[in-house]
């Protein structure tokens, strides 16, 4: 008898994690970054860039990252490591279209707040929008977005 037999297949999460590829995000942001500070990137209305300072070193860091509007506050999405440089980050810079903005950035990481909120920017934006896929058939609830393990950082006075 194997150790296979008596057990029952595994399932497939209804959620998974399905950011662009890290290659293309290397090679594509420096150019966001320029463009979405000019005032063409105001055709680029979801990618602005945030400006925050670094955690440890306190050096600048600008992030191009998309932002969803979750219950009227600009979110963004992620598990990169970069999101824990807003961590108490406070104040930051918000560039878009030509214009700087400052604003109130805070990481969540609780799964039982960024769940409900992923799940929402799903269904406005759609799962690849997001950097995540919905299993075929699925019908996934507030903890199967939660599971995919992402935090959010919540923008705030922009």
């Not at 999460?13 to 000019?38: D, F, G, Y």
């Not at 925050?52 to 050096?59: L, P, Q, Y």
């Not at 490591?81 to 918000?94: E, H, Q, S, T, Y």
């Amino acid at each position: 008898m194997s150790s296979d037999q008596g057990r029952l297949p595994s399932k497939a999460p209804a959620v998974i994690s399905k950011p662009p590829p890290a290659a293309l995000i290397r090679l594509v942001n420096p150019l966001m970054r320029v463009i979405i500070r000019s005032r063409f990137g105001r055709h680029l209305e979801p990618l602005p860039v945030l400006r925050v300072k670094g955690r440890r070193t306190g050096i600048r860091r600008d992030v191009v990252a998309g932002v969803h509007t979750v219950d009227g506050i600009a979110t963004v999405f992620t598990d990169r490591p970069w999101r824990l440089n807003f961590k108490d980050a406070g104040d930051i810079v918000v560039m878009s279209g030509g214009a700087e903005r400052q604003a109130h950035a805070m990481l969540v990481e609780e799964p039982s707040e960024v769940g409900p909120a992923l799940a929402i920017a799903v269904r406005q934006a759609g799962a690849g929008n997001i950097g995540v896929a919905v299993a075929k058939g699925a019908d996934p609830t507030p903890a199967d977005f939660a599971a995919v393990g992402r935090s959010m950082i919540r923008i705030t006075n922009v």
